[in-house]
């Protein structure tokens, strides 16, 4: 069974910054990992997503604001949120998936996904 472990949430104001972490048990060589976020009473949507060769997914509304990066030494994923928007507040989680799904169906849909954390919080204030 492969674990997620979020980390790095928290309250900012507008304009400010964060850094997510997401902590894979295990990552293998087929491995997509990705952002997701829900913010309170709407859908989950893909935020960023890296797929196994290194290329990254971004959504539009954080493209220029978000990036993401890998340290592959700790099976750690890492989301910088800059220029945070109130838009922005939501559960923040990270997705793993280990075969054809993100790429058959999309790095940035939810059904992509079999693993998942359990989420962090993240709130921007205006």
């Known amino acids: 069974q492969v674990h997620l472990e979020e980390s790095g949430g928290g309250s900012v104001q507008a304009g400010g910054s964060l850094n997510l972490s997401c902590k894979a048990s295990?990552?293998?060589?087929?491995?997509?990992l990705a952002w997701f976020r829900q913010p309170p009473g709407k859908e989950r949507e893909g935020v960023a997503a890296?797929?196994?060769?290194?290329?990254?997914h971004f959504a539009d509304s954080v493209k220029g604001r978000f990036s993401l990066s890998k340290d592959s030494d700790k099976n750690t994923l890492y989301l910088q949120m800059n220029r945070l928007k109130p838009e922005d507040t939501a559960m923040y989680y990270c997705a793993a998936d280990y075969g054809v799904w993100p790429t058959l169906r999309g790095p940035l849909q939810s059904s992509a996904y079999s693993y998942w954390g359990q989420g962090t919080q993240v709130t921007v204030s205006s």
């Open positions: 890296i797929d196994s060769d290194g290329t990254m």
């Open positions: 295990e990552v293998t060589g087929s491995t997509v």
